[in-house]
């Protein structure tokens, strides 16, 4: 089979390892060289140095849990060309011998070119996609939070989310502040809606009628106070969001403020085709379709 990468290189990446196969075609011969690195980054370092001396021009790794991303990123910087690979595609590749270790069929698959390589997308959008990530994760924890603040409610009799639609709204929250002060008149609960809820006041009175103890007073405060943070630190990552888009977002307008000003140019200098502003001059909130795909 023909060689395509005559000096190559592949790595088993583990938690605290990473083991390396360089493969070199020297006078027509395979030559094999097995090493072991640590994670950490001066070793990573030093893997690097040695795939460089030794002129390797391509470097293929499985996409092992998160272990790869910090080998990929130190290799990155070098004149390699990097390949990650879907470890359930190399598996399927026919041909492999019981006693080869991991990094030198995957070298023997790179050097002949059967892996098929996985996208890994640039540095800033990878770092989009962890903001974006984790805001998606935070905003699961802010509705488990207001899951417990309606649990808690219900076991204390209090009946709000029967008759107002958004427990964390403006009247929702002034009653549960009222509830966590000590206040337990419904007729004084009831006061503190907005004049906008559907609800009557006969309602409202009924449906605040409970028996709220300082245990539950204690969880609604312990979840309100997780409720804001929350809410805190989704406002924190929209802002970093905001301020690594904007450059994008700038070097788009200028780029079809410039189109419109070439002849025959007849697109809106912030729109496309279709009419729909491009993606970087939207809210963060438009761009985790894009930016949350699996990888």
């Known amino acids: 089979m023909q060689v395509l990468y005559p000096r190559c290189c592949a790595l088993d990446v583990h938690k605290?390892?990473?083991?390396?196969?360089?493969?070199?075609?020297?006078?027509?011969k395979v030559?094999?060289?097995v090493r072991t690195f640590e994670t950490t980054t001066a070793s990573?370092?030093?893997?690097?140095?040695?795939?460089?001396?030794?002129k390797c021009t391509h470097i293929a790794m499985e996409a092992t849990g998160v272990y790869w991303k910090p080998v990929w990123h130190i290799l990155a910087a070098g004149e390699f060309e990097l390949v990650l690979a879907n470890a359930a595609h190399v598996k399927n590749v026919p041909g492999r011998k019981t006693d080869v270790s991991d990094a030198e069929w995957l070298a023997d698959l790179l050097a002949?070119?059967?892996?098929?390589?996985?996208?890994?997308?640039?540095?800033?959008?990878?770092?989009?996609?962890?903001?974006?990530?984790?805001?998606?994760?935070?905003?699961?924890?802010?509705?488990?939070?207001?899951l417990r603040v309606q649990k808690t409610l219900e076991d204390a009799n209090i009946k709000l989310d029967s008759v107002i639609s958004d427990v964390m709204g403006k009247s929702g929250r002034a009653m549960l502040k009222a509830l966590i002060a000590g206040v337990t008149d419904p007729a004084k609960l009831a006061l503190l809606a907005d004049?906008?809820?559907?609800?009557?006041p006969a309602q409202l009175r009924e449906a605040l009628r409970g028996r709220v103890t300082k245990n539950h007073r204690f969880l609604l405060r312990l979840h309100l106070r997780q409720i804001d943070a929350l809410d805190d630190a989704i406002a924190a990552i929209d802002r970093q969001v905001e301020a690594d888009i904007e450059p994008s977002r700038r070097r788009q307008t200028i780029d079809h403020c410039s189109r419109r000003q070439s002849p025959g140019c007849t697109s809106h200098p912030l729109r496309n085709r279709a009419g729909h502003e491009p993606l970087s001059l939207r809210g963060p909130s438009h761009l985790l379709g894009m930016y949350l795909s699996p990888q």
Request: charged share 25%.
């Open 112 to 146: 002949h070119g059967l892996i098929r390589a996985s996208f890994v997308p640039d540095t800033p959008t990878q770092e989009l996609r962890a903001l974006l990530r984790t805001r998606k994760q935070l905003v699961r924890e802010q509705s488990s939070h207001v």
């Open 195 to 200: 004049g906008r809820l559907k609800a009557s």
């Open 31 to 33: 030559v094999k060289e």
């Open 44 to 54: 990573l370092m030093a893997l690097s140095d040695w795939l460089a001396d030794n």
């Open 16 to 28: 605290a390892t990473v083991v390396a196969c360089l493969r070199l075609v020297i006078d027509g």
